[in-house]
């Protein structure tokens, strides 16, 4: 196998055909993906159909606790997770740019192959394409996801009602702030590391204990606070949060006042913001600390009627007992982090 990635590897021929047996089916083919066809041939299975896609172009490609790999499996399970929906089948898109290190590719497909596993979903289809080096950052990822969503299974973002208790699966900031201490060689004195996770798991036990359960979201770019504002508009309610109750790493937390970013603005990529009814937020609670991944998930909030005549807002009680306003990020806090 070449040690670099070469034009001729997006070229159709034989040298396309070696990077295709040699590393993407090395890693993560099974049946589906080993027959070779231009389209995968996929059971339909009971349910209405979840569908998403996502790209990811972070940089740099390997940090701590993950790589662009684990994003772009993670992100996508996660994105057809929210609905309820159980994903089954991803697939994936290659940019590579000429010159790309053939071990970084590899190590990266060895990475969603093992999350594709963990997730319980299969890679099922995908394309390469080689760009001129200079014209690409090495490797550019999409993928896209399917699933099922059960009978009786019904989640959106409209659904929040006054009442309702807002949850967060655990620790805020992590991967925004690892991400930029990556680039611009920060340290610290605790270990930060990316939060990426597959959490169709969390999800369905989430639901199983909880089962009027109103909606789940990633705080992906924008952080909790987009994520909040979002929701609060969707469903035309107030948001008000507590900030002694919202969890933070102290790592977390300081890097971003040193930087002088609000850690509710900064990106998760392995976190859920889950609305559920006020009765069914104990087991919700449980449920998410029960799952390795939830393991610092917390009530952080509740949701009131929004006053007529005002739009929709999202508040947060303060450590010193004031309020302030939870404004959506504006611009691009940290670019590429996805």
């Known amino acids: 196998m070449d040690e670099t990635v070469l034009l001729g590897h997006g070229s159709g ?31 339909q299975e009971p349910g209405r159909v979840a569908f998403s896609t996502d790209s990811f172009v972070v940089t740099p490609h390997f940090f701590p606790g993950g790589d662009i790999g ?9 994105d057809v997770a929210t609905s309820g929906a159980i994903p089954k089948y991803l697939s994936c898109g290659f940019i590579l740019e000429e010159g790309f290190p053939m071990e970084d590719l590899k190590r990266i497909c060895q990475t969603m192959a093992e999350v594709a596993r963990e997730a319980g979903v299969h890679i099922v289809t995908g394309d ?12 550019f990822i999409n993928t896209s996801g399917v699933g099922f969503i059960p009978e009786g299974i019904d989640l959106s973002g409209a659904y929040c009602k006054p009442g309702d208790k807002i949850l967060v699966t655990g620790t805020l900031g992590d991967h925004g702030i690892t991400i930029m201490a990556c680039r611009e060689d920060l ?11 597959p959490l169709n798991h969390l999800i369905q036990e989430v639901i199983a204990a909880a089962p009027d359960t109103r909606c789940f979201r990633d705080p992906t770019r924008g952080g909790l606070a987009s994520t909040l504002n979002e929701l609060a508009d969707q469903s035309g309610v107030d948001f008000v949060v507590e900030e002694d ?11 971003c006042e040193m930087l002088g970013y609000d850690v509710y603005q900064v990106a998760n990529e392995g976190k859920m ?9 104990e087991a919700a609670l449980a449920a998410m600390k029960s799952n390795v991944y939830g393991k610092d998930a917390a009530i952080i909030g509740e949701v ?7 739009d929709p807002r999202v508040s947060l009680k303060t450590g010193f007992g004031t309020m302030r306003i939870m404004d959506m990020l504006v611009g691009e806090q940290l670019p590429r982090i996805c």
């Open 13 to 43: 021929g034989t040298m396309m055909k070696r990077i295709i047996d040699e590393v993407f089916f090395e890693a993560y083919a099974d049946k589906e993906l080993l027959e070779g066809n231009d389209a995968a041939r996929l059971p």
């Open 70 to 78: 684990r994003l772009a499996v993670c992100g996508t399970v996660n």
């Open 128 to 139: 390469t394409k080689v760009v001129n080096r200079g014209h690409g950052d090495g490797v």
């Open 187 to 197: 340290s610290f004195n605790a270990d930060v590391a990316t939060d990426a996770a």
């Open 245 to 255: 109750a919202i969890p933070v790493k102290d790592a977390v937390r300081g890097a």
């Open 273 to 281: 913001v889950c609305v559920v009814p006020a009765d069914q937020a």
């Open 304 to 310: 009131l009627v929004s006053p007529e005549g005002r």
